[in-house]
């Protein structure tokens, strides 16, 4: 783990305005599947983070040609290599999408298992059933799985349980498939109807994007395209998580209000008022946070991706809060860490109940000390705790946070909180 830390001393309400990017999880399935056509792919309003810059390595160690001008990224040509580098899917969960596109080009991938942050089992046999449907031979090899496809044919497909990742590669893939393929039970997050938005500004034939069936027509061939991603819901509900525990007023563009519904029914209370569009949101609270019940789950219920923010912001209520985690199984890594700082917190499998600080009667108080963030949005989570906290605390896992958050600690410093970005010596 690196020496790097961010310093966060809390205490201050945040107010100001701030813009989040394109959102990573449109981003980097949208850059994937610039290789499924020659001609140029420019995916416009791209972070400035750690899992995009892992992204366009990996294009350009698969043979595309790649560059960066600015928060437009050009990927130029198709892959002429089949083989993701073990590296790549060490560090990086989204080599993933690398199955369907490869596999509708070159007719053959081989992988090592994948990586990401540790927080679950993330089995692949959704994704790989899916790929055996069209007509893929899937060979489970030593180091990880070696597709190969002499043709794609159009299927049915009944996922077992609506998979972002699963449906964003068979999407990829059946756009050159031959024939109608069809996924039931698939997802319908913001993110896939962005890529189907792309998808379809290359020639591709895609309906049913955002419900849980969706049909995809094969092409023979998908052309070049200009497109802009949407806004990250989850870089946006973590500053309004932050905003709702610290207190202030803040607005946000280019976020989606409606991509948050979930989030803000547990956020909004007579102390926190949220409000916006489809390109704006805006923040105004008093800094007290009230007891919650809340469980992830597929969109449009509560994002597993805000569950850490959520518990972290929980432990300064005044009541008593559950949280459920249904999507992953090693999802709490951050209970120990707000525990470390004074948090009661008690999980049973899969639930976590939550004693608020601010209760008229606690006697648990929370102080300022040093954390480890262990995934890239507990990170974000106990970035949030440390700014509600007065006194000083250090973030460890900086490196983590890098892949999702664009300098998190400038976009908090924006709004008037004090974070720090330094070393230990």
Same mark, same amino acid.
């Given at each position: 783990?690196?020496? &790097?830390?961010?310093?966060?001393i ?16 449109? $981003?980097?399935?949208?850059?994937a ?5 020659s001609e140029d792919v420019i +995916?416009q ?6 899992d995009?810059d892992?992204m366009? !390595? ?8 790649v ?7 050009? !990927?130029?040509?198709q ?5 993701v580098d073990?590296?790549?899917?060490k ?5 993933m ?7 509708a080009?070159l007719?053959e991938v ?9 927080i679950?089992?993330?089995p *692949? ?5 899916g790929l055996?449907r069209?007509?893929?031979?899937v =060979?489970?090899?030593k180091s ?5 496809a #002499? ?19 068979l ?6 498939? #031959?024939?109608r393929t069809?996924?039931?039970n698939?997802?319908r =997050? ?9 998808l379809?500004?290359m ?15 094969g ?8 497109f802009?991603?949407?806004?990250d ?5 973590t500053?309004a998580c932050?905003?709702? @525990?610290?207190?202030?007023? +803040? ?7 409606n991509? @948050?519904g979930a !989030?803000i029914?547990?956020?909004?209370s007579?102390?926190?008022k ?9 923040v105004r609270?008093?800094? %007290? ?5 809340? &469980?992830?789950?597929p969109?449009?219920l ?6 850490? &923010? *959520? ?8 009541g008593?809060?559950?949280i %459920?985690e249904?999507?992953f199984e090693n ?5 120990k860490?707000m525990? #470390?700082l004074?948090?009661?917190?008690n ?10 600080? =601010? ?8 102080k300022?000390?040093?954390? +480890? ?14 700014l #509600?906290? /007065?006194?000083e605390s250090k $973030?460890?896992g ?7 958050y664009?300098?998190i600690?400038?976009v908090?410093c ?8 330094? /070393?230990?010596?």
């Amino acid at each position: 783990m690196s020496n &790097q830390y961010l310093k966060i001393i809390g205490g201050n309400s945040l107010s100001g305005r701030v813009e989040v990017h394109g959102a990573k999880n449109a $981003v980097l399935p949208i850059l994937a599947a610039g290789i499924l056509t020659s001609e140029d792919v420019i +995916v416009q309003n791209c972070p400035y983070i750690s899992d995009v810059d892992a992204m366009t !390595v990996l294009l350009e160690e698969l043979g595309a040609e790649v560059m960066r001008n600015g928060r437009n990224i050009i !990927v130029r040509g198709q892959a002429t290599h089949a083989r993701v580098d073990d590296l790549h899917c060490k560090d990086m969960r989204s080599s993933m999408f690398m199955l369907g596109a490869l596999l509708a080009t070159l007719g053959e991938v081989e992988t090592t298992f994948p990586g990401g942050c540790s927080i679950g089992l993330r089995p *692949l046999d959704i994704h790989l059933d899916g790929l055996k449907r069209m007509g893929a031979t899937v =060979e489970m090899t030593k180091s990880g799985i070696r597709c190969t496809a #002499k043709s794609l044919i159009g299927a049915k497909i009944l996922m077992k349980y609506p998979s972002v990742g699963a449906t964003e590669n068979l999407m990829m893939c059946a756009t050159l498939a #031959k024939g109608r393929t069809t996924l039931v039970n698939c997802a319908r =997050e913001p993110e896939i109807i962005s890529l189907a938005e792309c998808l379809r500004s290359m020639g591709a034939k895609i309906s049913g994007d955002g419900t849980s069936v969706m049909k995809i027509e094969g092409v023979k061939r998908l052309f070049g395209t200009r497109f802009s991603p949407i806004g990250d819901r989850i870089v946006a509900g973590t500053v309004a998580c932050a905003t709702a @525990l610290c207190g202030g007023d +803040v607005e946000i563009d280019g976020a989606n209000v409606n991509h @948050l519904g979930a !989030v803000i029914n547990c956020l909004q209370s007579k102390d926190c008022k949220i409000d916006g569009d489809d390109t704006y949101m805006r923040v105004r609270s008093t800094g %007290r946070i009230h007891g919650v019940h809340a &469980q992830s789950a597929p969109y449009p219920l509560f994002p597993t991706d805000m569950q850490p &923010q *959520l518990l972290c912001a929980s432990c300064f209520s005044d009541g008593v809060s559950v949280i %459920r985690e249904t999507v992953f199984e090693n999802r709490f890594a951050h209970v120990k860490e707000m525990q #470390k700082l004074g948090a009661k917190i008690n999980v049973c499998g899969d639930t976590a109940t939550i004693f608020g600080c =601010e209760k008229s009667d606690s006697p648990y108080l929370i102080k300022g000390g040093s954390v +480890v963030a262990s995934d890239l949005r507990a990170g974000g989570a106990l970035c949030i705790a440390a700014l #509600k906290i /007065k006194g000083e605390s250090k $973030v460890y896992g900086v490196e983590f946070i890098d892949r999702g958050y664009e300098r998190i600690e400038d976009v908090f410093c924006s709004l008037g909180g004090y974070v720090l970005r330094t /070393k230990d010596r």
